[in-house]
């Protein structure tokens, strides 16, 4: 019993834990509520002069690169940074990602290599 009882209570600390982490970052993967921004966006790519379609880009990255995102703009921030981080880093990409979340002003995100 004593066991089931500490691992219960682990359990439930982990998730405090997620919480609270989650209110610091702003990707808010562990957050309870984290559609709680809107965000109308789009991504455009260039490599070596080229601009991709938006299927190329799609196929780049394994996600949309336009429309609505429910979550943080940060989780495609995320997602982008990541890619060119690792398989794409020989590909000198130029990523521009154009948003405006909940209605506000649109805000524009540029990845090059130092970011």
């Known amino acids: ?5 500490f691992i219960g209570v682990c ?3 982990l998730q405090i834990g997620g919480i609270v ?10 957050c309870w509520a984290p559609y709680d ?3 109308k966006f789009e991504v455009l ?4 002069g080229r601009t991709l379609s938006s299927e190329e880009a ?3 990255y394994h996600y949309k690169m336009k429309g609505w ?5 940060h989780n495609i921030i995320s997602l982008i940074r990541q890619y060119e981080r690792s398989y794409g880093k020989n590909d000198h990409a130029e990523v521009t990602l154009i948003y405006a ?15």
């Not at 790519?45 to 070596?48: A, E, K, P, Q």
């Open 69 to 73: 995102e429910q979550r943080s703009i």
């Open 45 to 48: 790519v260039t490599i070596n």
């Open 11 to 13: 359990f439930l600390l």
């Open 37 to 39: 921004s809107h965000t």
């Open 21 to 30: 982490y989650a209110r610091f970052v702003p990707e808010r993967f562990f």
């Open 1 to 5: 019993m004593k066991i089931r009882f």
């Open 101 to 115: 979340t909940n209605g506000h002003p649109e805000q524009t995100w540029i990845y090059n290599e130092s970011n």
């Open 58 to 60: 799609s196929d780049r």
